[in-house]
């Protein structure tokens, strides 16, 4: 056994195994961390907080370059987390980290998100976790993230996290030196107009394509998008306790009973 | 026009358009309310806040004993509520209800469930909404749940909800004479204690079950699962603020800028 045992992070992602992003995390992890991707065999973006009931799981070795690179799960993020930690993993991560996503999970899509569906699993498991995401869909450059990731993942370890809790880490997408800090942020509330594009397939039969655009995004660094807007890391703090306490006693004033 | 227009409910569900829970909802209300079911076509339960994005989404006429029944949509409940509410209902909905589920919602499940994803959007949509489930697979009998959701709608349009605030609505599973009331609730936090069931299919591949047991349910009526058992209706007020805002404060300590 080693003297000092290198910490050891399970690493996913809702974009697949096969991302550069998840690549990219795990470049800058391999040297000081024990390493073990376990990943969406394919792209799983915007499943929410799935878990794969009525069908059975299938996991496979996935290669990269010839070599054993992570296990791929037929499945969903979450899926991945609850399976490498129960049926994978030989012991328990010392953290969780999901990512780097190819695009932001700010405001509302907190809520739509695999990536962060990932890491509210890690916290349920009761291992420090974090959901990490680029705020681009576009020529993604993860340099800067991955080493973030690493600096985050450090600090984790050190200082630990409140039970139930997990971060979520949105990177912009600007060069590395025009980067202006990190901000402590909460979860922004705009929402989207959505719209439904109507068409007709060539069997003259109507589908729907969901489009939409984020209204009124608050500008504040106080709120992630606004963080990331002006070129700030932003870090929300996230809970899985979905309980509204300030109506709890309005709403017993109701006298349903 | 009517003098006394009819209130608008919207119903939806994630056990699918077929389910004898939507049903019976509709039952409920078809005397009292104008209502326009838009369900997925397919069961969909454990979907968590997933919606369709890389995927065309399609909507069918949906007709039972002969009869137009509703919308059958080939996606998730947030899909349906999404769909229903910006390309197929003519005007806004007065009131979103999801249910009746066949199994309860409570503790960690709420993040799990489609019945609540749909709530979910409904409120972020703006809409007095509630999820409503039952608290058993075994011989559902949904008469009193679907009694009680009527008396909770009534009550909604009288009395709204904050922004962003949705009821999550479980029925205890005992007779209707048992029932001793209902409690307003806070979401458990019983864990669940999982197994991935590893079986050998007759191809000689490997595939797994997730199966599990939620460890240590809460007993006090403070609690959805608490309540529930002891043959109370539980009410948790529902918001989706992820944010950990007790966390802000410790976490800027961190100084991670």
Redesign the interface.
């Known amino acids: 056994m080693n003297k000092k045992k290198k910490p050891f992070v399970m690493l996913t992602n809702d974009d697949g195994i096969a991302s550069p992003g998840l690549l990219a995390l795990r470049q800058s992890f391999k040297h000081q961390y024990e390493v073990v991707i376990v990943a969406p065999a394919t792209?799983m973006?915007?499943?929410?907080?799935?878990?794969?009931?009525?069908d059975?799981?299938?996991?496979f070795d996935y290669s990269r370059n010839g070599e054993f690179y992570g296990y791929a799960v037929k499945g969903?993020p979450?899926?991945c987390v609850?399976?490498g930690y129960?049926?994978i993993l030989k012991r328990k991560p010392d953290i969780v980290i999901s990512g780097i996503n190819i695009g932001p999970n700010t405001g509302?899509n907190?809520?739509?998100s695999g990536t962060v569906?990932a890491a509210?699993e890690g916290a349920?498991l009761g291992v420090p976790s974090f959901a990490i995401s680029l705020g681009t869909f576009h020529n993604p450059d993860f340099t800067y993230a991955a080493k973030f990731a690493r600096?985050?993942a450090d600090?984790l370890l050190k200082?630990g996290?409140?039970k139930?809790?997990f971060?979520n880490v949105n990177i912009p997408a600007c060069q590395e030196k025009k980067i202006r800090?990190?901000a402590?942020t909460?979860?922004g509330?705009a929402?989207y107009r959505?719209?439904?594009d109507?068409?007709i397939d060539p069997h003259g039969?109507?589908?729907?394509?969901?489009t939409g655009q984020k209204l009124n995004k608050e500008s504040s660094i106080e709120y992630d998008d606004g963080a990331i807007d002006q070129n700030m890391?932003s870090?929300?703090?996230?809970?899985?306790?979905?309980?509204?306490?300030?109506?709890?006693e309005?709403?017993?004033a109701?006298k349903?009973?």
């Not at 973006?45 to 009525?54: D, R």
């Not at 039969?205 to 969901?210: E, I, P």
């Not at 929300?236 to 300030?246: A, R």
């Open positions: 792209e973006s915007a499943v929410g907080h799935a878990i794969t009931l009525s059975p799981l299938r996991v969903t979450a899926d609850k399976i129960w049926a509302i907190t809520i739509y569906s509210t349920i600096k985050l600090m200082k996290l409140p139930d809790v971060l800090g990190v402590i909460r979860q509330s929402l959505e719209d439904f109507k068409r039969r109507t589908y729907y394509w969901l890391v870090i929300t703090p996230i809970h899985y306790d979905l309980t509204c306490y300030d109506f709890l309005p709403l017993r109701w349903l009973s």
